[in-house]
């Protein structure tokens, strides 16, 4: 059996969004800068899948920017608030995607700007009173970037706590709400954020395009130059087709929201009861009631003959997950979420992440590859 277990790194092609693409791929090529009918034609349904995105988060169609995705997203907020906005101090958290935390660390370096990190307990919360302590106690102009949900161990930030907080002290805000856009309701009228970052492969779409929600009250200049494309804000021929696909996957996935979200929510909660009942030893990370990144679930495997290659094992019998992000998958480090909410030495976290298309089959059999390697483990945790 193959499994696919590694939808917070990315999601397969919705069928119909290929079909979609694919059918203009024939069709429609177009520049859309260029004044002939064909130009014309297809800067129109750049236009279009702008207005479908837009109204996904209760946006103005001004207030979207096509970009290459969420590192792309996250960079520009980040870059572009320090340069344009006269930002002078950043304030986020020690488990932000790397996207974020090496952009803040890059200025404050190369800008000079004074960068804070607010605490996060060990389930990976904010702390709202740090953070209000950082914001009341400097007269810096400040950025506060935090992510809506965290990509490896699912615990949400609340968000329009924190945007009342940014207003209060006239800060500004920017959530990376990559792995939550289509999987949540968002509307950027009801919490007061000046950025806001989507990827379409986390929702169905294809990869290599997202957006970046600017507030219509906070222009910048262009991050990258060389021509006039999306409204002077991002230079570049834009990726015309994965536009197009990403508004009809967000279209979807709002679409079929709670559907998904109950399918996913069944099956992740069917393999947590598996391990526990099954796999001696584990324990997950983040929060597990209330509100959290139901498509994400963090274990924490103990040790054992076969836990420092974990992964490699669930590879061999055709099961997909990561260790964290995938973009640092790359790295012997291991995780520096975790390594920030803590685990017991010796032991391993996996990410098991879900898409309405995983099954309790899967579960099963992957429960079933997993207690056979850890058959002769104490149950100790």
């Not at 995705?69 to 020690?94: H, K, M, Q, W, Y």
């Not at 307990?121 to 965290?150: F, R, Y």
């Not at 002077?232 to 834009?238: F, I, K, L, M, S």
């Amino acid at each position: 059996m193959k499994v696919y277990f590694d939808n917070a790194a990315t999601t397969p092609l919705d069928k119909r969004v290929w079909e979609v693409m694919s059918e203009q791929l024939k069709m429609l090529y177009g520049n859309p800068s260029s004044i002939h009918h064909l130009g014309r034609t297809s800067r129109s349904e750049i236009e279009k899948a702008r207005k479908s995105v837009a109204e996904s988060i209760g946006a103005g169609t001004g207030e979207i920017f096509f970009t290459s995705g969420g590192t792309e997203s996250n960079n520009t907020a980040l870059c572009c608030a320090v340069r344009d906005l006269a930002v002078t101090r950043i304030i986020t958290s020690p488990i932000e995607h790397h996207c974020v935390l090496h952009t803040a660390e890059k200025l404050a370096i190369r800008n000079k700007i004074e960068l804070e990190l607010v605490k996060v307990n060990p389930l990976g919360e904010i702390d709202l009173g740090h953070l209000e302590e950082l914001l009341k106690n400097s007269e810096e102009k400040t950025l506060v970037s935090i992510m809506h949900a965290n990509n490896e161990i699912g615990t949400m930030a609340d968000i329009k706590t924190i945007g009342d907080l940014c207003k209060e002290y006239n800060a500004l805000f920017h959530t990376d709400s990559i792995q939550t856009i289509g999987h949540f309701p968002i509307d950027v009228n009801e919490v007061n954020v000046h950025f806001l970052s989507g990827s379409a492969h986390k929702f169905h779409g294809p990869k290599g395009v997202g957006f970046l929600y600017i507030n219509a009250d906070h222009l910048i200049k262009p991050f990258i130059s060389g021509g006039g494309q999306e409204r002077n804000v991002r230079g570049g021929t834009e990726n015309l087709h994965g536009i197009i696909g990403q508004a009809k996957a967000l279209q979807l996935a709002i679409e079929e929201m709670e559907e998904r979200k109950q399918k996913i929510t069944e099956v992740r909660n069917y393999l947590k009861q598996q391990l526990l009942k099954k796999v001696p030893g584990v324990c997950f990370h983040g929060i597990q009631e209330g509100e959290f990144l139901y498509t994400v679930l963090s274990v924490s495997f103990p040790p054992g003959p076969k836990t420092e290659l974990l992964l490699l094992a669930l590879d061999i019998e055709g099961i997909c997950a990561s260790g964290g992000s995938a973009c640092s998958s790359g790295s012997d480090k291991g995780s520096h979420v975790i390594q920030c909410v803590g685990d017991k030495e010796g032991r391993k976290t996996i990410r098991f992440s879900f898409s309405h298309y995983n099954t309790k089959d899967e579960v099963d059999y992957t429960v079933e590859k997993l207690a056979a390697m850890f058959e002769n483990v104490p149950h100790t945790v």
